[in-house]
């Protein structure tokens, strides 16, 4: 209804899940806002590390293997929290796939993640994440470790702080990942693919 009112008569979609209305008049905008705003669609960080591309996965996807919509909003969650700065920053990007088929995109990514798993020595199934960096339109991400799902949280913050550590010396996050090279990310992120000590909940997937 609010497009029939102020846009043209469709709603388009972009690749990263975003939605356009089109030939919205200048006088329109605040009152297009206030009613987006009452829709909850109106958060800022378009096009920012905020803004996470993330497939169905578990939700309605019989390939999914994780559930990377709820592992998408409590990763956006963290960040909004702890790192309000990146509300700017507009080339480093988050994808996330069920699977490894990719319809997140996880493989063009800066960081991208896709739905696995891990045997624990008990025999049961840890829910996992693949990560993979240095991915762009025109690059596949690489294939770095694979971690229990709940501690992704853990490995976005210390990818992020380090990366923040030396900021000044890299034109970007990608420039940073294929500089430094695939071993040190591997060393840098062992610690959360060990899994000698299990917590419980760590059986249990994001939103499950």
Not at 56 to 79: Q, R
Request: proline content about 3%; some cysteine.
């Amino acid at each position: 209804s609010l497009v029939r009112k102020v846009a043209a008569d469709d709603i388009r979609i972009t690749p990263s899940q975003n939605l356009i209305l089109k030939y919205v008049r200048k006088e329109n905008l605040a009152f297009a806002y206030n009613e987006l705003k009452r829709l909850k669609l109106a958060d800022n960080g378009y096009d920012t590390t905020y803004d996470i591309t993330a497939c169905p996965g578990t939700d309605t996807c019989n390939l999914g293997i994780s559930n990377s919509t709820s592992a998408a909003s409590n990763i956006e969650g963290f960040l909004r929290s702890e790192y309000p700065e990146l509300i700017e920053e507009t080339n480093l990007k988050i994808k996330i796939s069920g699977c490894m088929n990719a319809c997140g995109q996880h493989t063009i990514a800066d960081i991208g993640l896709h739905g696995s798993s891990i045997k624990a020595k008990d025999g049961r199934i840890l829910p996992a994440l693949q990560i993979m960096l240095g991915g762009q339109t025109n690059v596949l991400a690489e294939r770095v470790i694979k971690v229990p799902s709940k501690r992704i949280l853990n490995v976005i913050a210390t990818l992020l702080n380090d990366f923040k550590s030396v900021k000044d010396d890299y034109k970007s996050f990608n420039d940073y990942y294929w500089s430094l090279g695939k071993r040190y990310f591997y060393d840098l992120l062992k610690p959360f693919g060990v899994t000698t000590i299990i917590e419980e909940n760590e059986f249990i997937d994001w939103g499950e």
